[in-house]
């Protein structure tokens, strides 16, 4: 991968050190372990996305790739349901401290209007784009969202992101990297309107 960390700072909004600690993980027989415990966090309290460890991890072992997605995914909506859980059974005590951290906490009234109204597509959304997915998983969880649906959300946006990722990483390998880590935030939301579409198309059709 191209050692740019100024444009993986400037793209992803990751300190230079933060972003610097979260590859070293690569480089180590830990590196699994650690994409599982990121991808946990990240979901309910982290601030880090693990994208950057997922794509190190995918081009140091290309034929592993998807092994390294489906860490992603599984880790990734475990720790969603504990954020859930987090907004649906102690959102005054630790939730809402997380949304403060992230200054969510005034435009939380207007997004649990959302998530009543129509709370799947919201995660399947955040799960997809650059939207912190963690003040998603705490809003579904405080405003009582049906888990099953929450899940299945979950499991497809990350599921389509992490497999998208390391599906490109396995096909073009290294020249593909540098593509990803510059247009990461344009490509995720461009994917997220797609899926709009895709839900208004089938909802018009019945």
């Known amino acids: 991968m191209a050692d740019d960390t100024k444009t993986r700072e400037g793209i992803l909004g990751i300190p230079r050190r933060l972003y610097a600690w979260v ?9 699994p ?5 990121l991808s946990f966090a990240e979901s309910s ?6 994208d950057p460890l997922l794509m190190a991890l995918c081009l140091g072992a290309l034929a592993h790739s998807f092994r390294f997605a489906a860490i992603c995914t599984v880790a990734s909506v475990l ?24 200054g969510k906490v005034d435009t939380f009234d207007e997004v649990a209007a959302k998530f009543r109204a129509q709370g799947d597509l919201a995660v399947l959304i955040a799960a997809i784009t650059p939207i912190p997915y963690k003040v998603v998983t705490i809003t579904a969880g405080a405003t009582q969202m049906s888990l099953g649906p929450f899940v299945i959300a979950s499991v497809l946006g990350r599921g389509l992101r992490f497999f998208a990722v390391a599906g490109l990483l396995w096909w073009k390998g290294e020249p ?20 709009i579409v895709g839900f208004a198309a089938v909802k018009w059709m019945h």
């Open 45 to 50: 309290f982290f601030p880090i996305p693990p």
């Open 79 to 102: 720790g969603g349901v504990f954020g859930y859980a987090l907004g649906y059974g102690a959102y005054e005590a630790v939730a809402q401290p997380i949304l403060e951290l992230y």
């Open 33 to 37: 372990l650690a994409l599982f415990a």
């Open 176 to 195: 593909i990297a540098a593509f990803i880590e510059k247009y990461f935030e344009a490509l995720a939301l461009l994917f997220g309107v797609l899926i």
């Open 23 to 31: 590859l070293s993980w690569a480089d180590t027989p830990y590196g």
